[in-house]
């Protein structure tokens, strides 16, 4: 009798580890998905899409950066950052040139109507805020889950 208790909890622990709201990939899918959404309602006014913002985020912090450097900070190949790039070009948000001392890299640099975007885009974390948990946990989460990231990403390495 025993071992027929044990099949039945092996089986049912079985079930519940391959239910979808069990499961930490879907948490973090849907929650980023969700994420998107919202940020997608906010960007419209300054007329980004989220990738764009992100793009944004970066020149902002640090202009002229290359296109490696603008792809390992967002996790981006530069099949998917590429495009972007250039539709954010034709936007007239930023410029994209040759490295003048390596021809093989390619530098981003923020227009002047890149660089005044910036002033619009302030309000966008403020409002983004207003959707979110407090901010102590809010900012715990986003440390928790660079956390995971990094374990992962270096997981994958294996």
Avoid at 10 to 34: G, H, K, R, V
Avoid at 37 to 63: A, F
Avoid at 80 to 102: F, I, Q, S
Avoid at 121 to 146: D, F, G, H, T, Y
């Amino acid at each position: 009798m025993a071992n027929a208790n044990t099949s039945t909890t092996q089986a049912a622990a079985i079930d519940q580890a391959l239910m979808l709201e069990n499961q930490l990939c879907f948490a973090m899918y849907s929650a980023s998905l969700a994420m998107t959404k919202v940020y997608k309602k906010i960007l419209k006014d300054i007329d980004l899409t989220y990738p764009q913002y992100l793009v944004m985020l970066v020149l902002w912090e640090k202009d002229e950066v290359t296109v490696s450097d603008l792809g390992g900070k967002l996790f981006l190949d530069s099949g998917t950052l590429t495009p972007l790039l250039k539709r954010m070009e034709t936007m007239g948000l930023l410029h994209r040139a040759r490295d003048v001392e390596d021809e093989r890299r390619v530098v981003v640099r923020l227009s002047q109507e890149g660089r005044a975007l910036r002033k619009r885009a302030i309000a966008v974390p403020q409002r983004l805020m207003c959707s979110l948990p407090p901010l102590e946990q809010v900012a715990n989460l986003r440390e928790e889950l660079k956390v995971l990231r990094k374990g992962l990403l270096d997981g994958a390495e294996d």
